[in-house]
């Protein structure tokens, strides 16, 4: 039994030539930009061609596997004094003009006051540190920053500054937000009473209405895990207390069963439970 089979008509050699000839000219082009050197040259050629012809002509360039840094994943601990420790993180949201904007959020971990909500289109690291030197400015600096692996957190600049200020820097690993839980659950609570609530007409709109609820969340809003206090009212409370205001860096943890760290009533974690194990995750 007898059977058909196509036959091509044409021949991919003149093809063939053209590609090694542009790929010796310009040896790190992929077949893309060579696609479009030939239509230059008045070759009209479909891509899926030239990916067949520059493969069969082992014309494939060998990509190099990108370096990323190794994080080792470092849970929360407990903090027993306000500058322990700044947990910080972006959110984003948008304006009716449909253009998005990105709000950097800075938590002190023990107190959880909202030290920053800064509100702009773009954030390069330069203006994060200058972020940062307002807040060390006010209330001095943080012994820790736990952050991701952004390109604004892991740039040059601002591992020199960490350096400079002498700020250990805490990256969590990448795709594990819950490492940095405490800047995660105040972002719940920002979309939530804020970013889903509120219209913002423009970019000044928009810091004018976050800049009034971070007042309110500091100032107004009782904290379940400070026991219904106020995160300004926990900080002055704890500013009075020795061992406990925001140069009580090495406090004990005595200080820390006075608050409940949890009010979950299904047997969560409490303060006694982080008294007992100062590694335990909160």
Not at 14 to 21: A, G, Q, S, W
Not at 115 to 137: C, K, M, N, Q, Y
Not at 229 to 244: D, I, L, N, V
Request: hydrophobic share 35%; glycine share 8%.
């Amino acid at each position: 039994m007898s059977s058909y089979r196509y036959q091509a008509r044409w021949s991919d050699e003149r093809l063939r030539r053209k590609l090694v000839e542009l790929a010796r000219e310009k040896p790190r082009f992929g077949y893309r930009r060579l696609q479009v050197l030939l239509r230059w040259a008045g070759e009209a050629v479909n891509h899926k061609r030239v990916h067949r012809v520059y493969r069969e002509a082992g014309l494939s360039l060998r990509r190099k596997k990108r370096k990323h840094c190794v994080r080792v994943g470092q849970p929360l601990r407990v903090r027993t004094a306000a500058n322990q420790e700044w947990a910080l993180d972006f959110a984003q949201d948008a304006v009716e003009s449909g253009r998005v904007i990105r709000v950097l959020s800075v938590v002190d971990a023990y107190t959880r006051e909202c030290l920053a909500l800064e509100v702009d289109t773009s954030f390069a690291s330069r203006r994060v540190t200058r972020v940062l030197e307002g807040i060390i400015a006010r209330r001095g600096r943080p012994q820790v920053i736990r952050c991701d692996n952004g390109p604004e957190l892991t740039s040059r600049h601002f591992l020199a500054w960490s350096i400079e200020r002498q700020i250990e820097l805490v990256h969590i690993r990448p795709g594990r937000p819950m490492e940095n839980g405490q800047v995660e659950s105040f972002h719940g609570k920002l979309r939530d009473e804020c970013l889903r609530v509120s219209w913002f007409g423009n970019l000044f709109e928009a810091r004018w209405k976050i800049g009034a609820w971070q007042k309110e969340y500091n100032e107004q809003r009782p904290h379940s895990s400070l026991g219904y206090q106020t995160p300004a009212e926990f900080a002055a409370k704890m500013a009075r207390t020795p061992g406990c205001g925001k140069d009580g860096g090495f406090a004990t943890l005595e200080n820390a069963s006075r608050f409940p760290l949890s009010h979950s009533h299904d047997g969560g974690l409490h303060s006694n439970d982080a008294v007992s194990n100062p590694d335990v995750v909160v």
